[in-house]
């Protein structure tokens, strides 16, 4: 589930984690619930096999956890992720949470993070994304994901698996960037949990001012990135119907890259104007339109719909009382996809509880607010 079919055999989870299978309970069933888990979207007689697998998933884990050796193996900390996915796709409630904790300490116990190692890396793509939604900051400090050791150009290099993985992705291109943008992004989160705190209300200035320098930091980097990047067309489907199949997955990696700078700029407006006392600005309508055009056009089902799943959310929650946008954001985040391994359903719903409040009472709602209110558990 978490290497698609359209991979290379370079796959780190192919080849370094699936391995460790045979000899790894608790990372088996771990593997099993999450993949019954995803069957029983469409086939639902696949669910109870998936809540059994489950429940022997943490029972083994515990039982991995309780030998210091096999408590810094891969196989366990891999458990602990794919449990944490499991709960994220498939479930209602917060134990998502609980699991990327102990994943946290699991790496903290091997000695802190290491940038070469996936499971590491993977850690933070669950980590930087799921704060944005939290309430907090990142639940390890630094860019651990990168690596510190500087190119010859000055700037940072990524960690290299001795690997092309994912397969479209042969020059590192979106790699490279997605992971710079992630820096970008939990510099956000922790702006938002900032601006959420007793010091934050009291002092905007200081909030506006911290998200003013995020701001164009992300700017410049985004105006330096690769033109094929930044500035890919929205009908390259049509135009270049000749791209090959990793061509295709390429862009459309691109087009979700560019959801997520776009819903950067959408969360920075919301921190410092959470109720829209300002008129909108240009950049924003910008980020919200660019968005909803990517939306337009992306496909369900091609496994890359994570980064366009927060855009859309972003820019829904930057809607006041419009009809016309609001579905668009309901149809696309409400897709059942058999192929995609993440759901939107708990993003979908504090939007709901949003635009209805919205409707009813004619006025902006905080979405962060709400989420509290709600004890939403996205």
Same mark, same amino acid.
């Given at each position: 589930?978490?290497?698609?079919?359209?991979?290379?055999?370079?796959?780190?989870?192919?080849?370094?984690?699936?391995?460790?299978?045979?000899? +790894?309970? =608790? &990372?088996?069933?771990?593997?099993? /619930? *999450?993949?019954?888990?995803?069957? $029983? %979207?469409?086939? @639902?007689?696949?669910?109870?096999?998936?809540?059994?697998?489950? +429940?022997? =998933? &943490?029972?083994?884990?515990?039982? /991995? *956890?309780?030998?210091?050796?096999? $408590? %810094?193996?891969? @196989?366990?900390?891999?458990?602990?992720?794919?449990?944490?996915?499991?709960?994220?796709?498939?479930?209602?409630?917060?134990?998502?949470?609980?699991?990327?904790?102990?994943?946290?300490?699991?790496?903290?116990?091997?000695?802190?993070?290491?940038?070469?190692?996936?499971?590491?890396?993977?850690?933070?793509?669950?980590?930087?994304?799921?704060?944005?939604?939290?309430?907090?900051?990142?639940?390890?400090?630094?860019?651990?994901?990168?690596?510190?050791?500087?190119?010859?150009?000055?700037?940072?290099?990524?960690?290299?698996?001795?690997?092309?993985?994912?397969?479209?992705?042969?020059?590192?291109?979106?790699?490279?960037?997605?992971?710079?943008?992630?820096?970008?992004?939990?510099?956000?989160?922790?702006?938002?949990?900032?601006?959420?705190?007793?010091?934050?209300?009291?002092?905007?200035?200081?909030?506006?001012?911290?998200?003013?320098?995020?701001?164009?930091?992300?700017?410049?980097?985004?105006?330096?990135?690769?033109?094929?990047?930044?500035?890919?067309?929205?009908?390259?489907?049509?135009?270049?119907?000749?791209?090959?199949?990793?061509?295709?997955?390429?862009?459309?990696?691109?087009?979700?890259?560019?959801?997520?700078?776009?819903?950067?700029?959408?969360?920075?407006?919301?921190?410092?104007?959470?109720?829209?006392?300002?008129?909108?600005?240009?950049?924003?309508?910008?980020?919200?339109?660019?968005?909803?055009?990517?939306?337009?056009?992306?496909?369900?089902?091609?496994?890359?719909?994570?980064?366009?799943?927060?855009?859309?959310?972003?820019?829904?929650?930057?809607?006041?009382?419009?009809?016309?946008?609001?579905?668009?954001?309901?149809?696309?985040?409400?897709?059942?996809?058999?192929?995609?391994?993440?759901?939107?359903?708990?993003?979908?719903?504090?939007?709901?509880?949003?635009?209805?409040?919205?409707?009813?009472?004619?006025?902006?709602?905080?979405?962060?607010?709400?989420?509290?209110?709600?004890?939403?558990?996205?």
């Amino acid at each position: 589930m978490i290497a698609y079919a359209n991979d290379s055999e370079s796959n780190p989870f192919y080849m370094e984690l699936v391995p460790y299978a045979t000899s +790894s309970p =608790a &990372l088996l069933h771990s593997m099993i /619930a *999450l993949a019954a888990g995803h069957l $029983a %979207r469409v086939q @639902p007689q696949h669910q109870k096999t998936a809540t059994k697998h489950y +429940s022997m =998933a &943490l029972r083994e884990l515990n039982t /991995a *956890l309780s030998n210091p050796t096999t $408590a %810094r193996s891969n @196989p366990t900390l891999g458990s602990c992720l794919i449990l944490c996915v499991y709960e994220i796709s498939l479930s209602n409630n917060s134990r998502w949470k609980e699991h990327l904790q102990g994943a946290r300490d699991l790496i903290k116990f091997r000695g802190g993070p290491q940038s070469s190692n996936f499971l590491t890396r993977f850690f933070a793509l669950l980590d930087i994304s799921g704060s944005l939604f939290a309430g907090r900051g990142p639940l390890l400090e630094g860019n651990y994901w990168i690596e510190d050791s500087p190119s010859a150009d000055g700037s940072k290099k990524l960690p290299s698996t001795g690997s092309s993985w994912p397969s479209y992705d042969s020059n590192g291109v979106m790699v490279e960037h997605f992971h710079t943008l992630m820096t970008f992004m939990a510099r956000l989160s922790s702006l938002s949990a900032d601006s959420m705190s007793d010091v934050g209300r009291e002092h905007p200035e200081f909030i506006e001012s911290e998200a003013k320098i995020i701001y164009d930091d992300l700017m410049k980097w985004w105006g330096n990135v690769p033109k094929d990047l930044r500035d890919q067309p929205i009908d390259w489907r049509t135009k270049d119907q000749e791209k090959s199949a990793a061509e295709k997955l390429e862009a459309e990696s691109f087009d979700s890259t560019k959801a997520c700078v776009c819903s950067c700029v959408i969360y920075l407006n919301h921190i410092i104007d959470p109720l829209s006392k300002g008129p909108q600005n240009e950049n924003v309508q910008d980020a919200i339109r660019q968005i909803f055009d990517i939306a337009r056009e992306m496909p369900e089902g091609v496994g890359l719909e994570m980064g366009l799943h927060w855009g859309l959310f972003s820019a829904g929650a930057a809607l006041f009382n419009d009809l016309e946008h609001e579905e668009l954001v309901r149809r696309k985040l409400g897709t059942k996809s058999s192929t995609s391994l993440y759901n939107a359903d708990h993003a979908l719903e504090l939007l709901e509880a949003v635009w209805e409040r919205q409707h009813k009472y004619n006025t902006r709602f905080d979405w962060r607010t709400v989420q509290n209110e709600l004890g939403s558990n996205m």
